[in-house]
């Protein structure tokens, strides 16, 4: 077989847990790559779990693998392949791919890595969630270490390993990843998040003054996120008597926990297209206390729409938030120092102006297309 001279040559079997059934933002990476594969003439076909009701339609052509619900966590709402069963195996085969990309540690994961190293073909595994980081959110932390060695031992099987951002780099690393390592990073909607998108009158629908500071969370409900660190901020400030409103744009199985401990949150739901960008632009601060992001598309989200962001100081934000001009980093589970970086900026407008500015200003260095190619440019390297 001759090696692949361009992307019209290259055949690439995707292996996703998730690729379209509850829409993330792994996922969503996952679509714009495929998206910006098949316009290079790239042949892609994806193979995940699926459901009857996906979040969103998928890009490209997607092969069903047979899967149950996650047994544990109260996290049903995702699954979990077993392996490579007998149909999906022979879909793969008639493909015929010259590279296999793996975006989850999973037993379909592991079973992709082991069919394409049986038959001499390149593989690449992205990495797109700290999934190091979740027991200790369930009371299972006990399994942290175990799951960092299997991570470990995952990341190795590949021929390459892309991430999001410099600071997943130095974690691989400790972990003693010796695969080589690259950078897929993330790109910004610049349409849709920009400050223009700001509405008065649609917070004034929401029961947002003009004067009241909005602090906002945007992502998905899930415990993991820091929504417990979120709700004592939240209670720290009221404390304090810092006058503000919580905004909370997305929705998710921890959506009542949240509303319990945060009374008088105001949610939208789930936001897409426009609307998605307006509730953005429409905050005063966004506060992200996550610790398992790898990248953090919703904080460059917020940057791109003149928004001082407020974080962990953790693997994503790091690489993202210049302390003291966009926004502030802080220790990840530090209550007070969130409550002191937020009051700062909320009781400071010109502050708040010229982080917002300056936000905008980085973010618009973020591009899909840049950020995809450079995939692409691994997928040719390797299969060469």
């Not at 021929?159 to 951002?165: C, F, N, T």
């Not at 417990?228 to 400030?237: P, Q, S, T, W, Y």
Request: proline share 7%.
């Amino acid at each position: 077989m001759q090696p692949p001279k361009s992307p019209r040559d290259l055949r690439v079997a995707l292996f996703s847990g998730n690729y379209n059934y509850v829409r993330d933002g792994a996922n969503q990476a996952l679509n714009r790559l495929v998206g910006h594969l098949l316009d290079a003439g790239v042949s892609v076909r994806v193979y995940s779990p699926t459901v009857d009701k996906p979040a969103f339609p998928p890009t490209g052509d997607l092969v069903s693998v047979p899967a149950i619900p996650v047994p544990v966590g109260g996290r049903g709402e995702y699954k979990i392949a077993r392996s490579l069963p007998a149909g999906p195996r022979a879909d793969l085969e008639a493909f015929a791919p010259n590279i296999v990309h793996v975006s989850a540690p999973d037993l379909l994961g592991h079973a992709a890595l082991s069919w394409a190293r049986k038959r001499d073909i390149r593989t690449v595994a992205s990495l797109h969630t700290r999934f190091e980081t979740y027991p200790r959110y369930y009371r299972l932390g006990f399994i942290e270490s175990p799951l960092i060695w299997m991570l470990k031992r995952f990341y190795d099987r590949a021929d390459r390993v892309v991430v999001p951002s410099p600071s997943i780099i130095d974690i691989l690393k400790d972990w003693g990843v010796s695969t080589p390592i690259g950078i897929w990073s993330r790109g910004i909607d610049h349409d849709r998040f920009r400050p223009d998108r700001r509405d008065l009158a649609w917070r004034r629908g929401l029961g947002i003054a003009d004067n009241d500071m909005a602090i906002g969370f945007l992502g998905r409900l899930v415990k993991e996120k820091g929504l417990d660190i979120f709700a004592d901020v939240a209670r720290e400030l009221t404390r304090r008597g810092v006058a503000l409103k919580v905004l909370v744009v997305g929705d998710g199985p921890a959506r009542d926990w949240f509303a319990e401990r945060v009374p008088g949150a105001i949610f939208t739901g789930f936001q897409s297209g426009d609307a998605l960008g307006r509730a953005v632009a429409s905050m005063d601060v966004f506060f992200n206390p996550s610790v398992t992001e790898t990248f953090g598309n919703v904080t460059t989200e917020a940057m791109a729409s003149a928004v001082p962001v407020v974080a962990a100081r953790a693997t994503g934000a790091v690489d993202l938030v210049e302390e003291g001009r966009t926004g502030f980093l802080v220790p990840p589970r530090d209550v007070g120092a969130y409550a002191d970086a937020i009051q700062r900026i909320v009781t400071d407008p010109a502050l708040r102006r010229s982080m917002g500015d300056a936000g905008h200003a980085a973010a618009l260095g973020y591009r899909w297309d840049t950020a995809n190619q450079a995939v692409l440019d691994t997928y040719l390297e390797l299969a060469r």
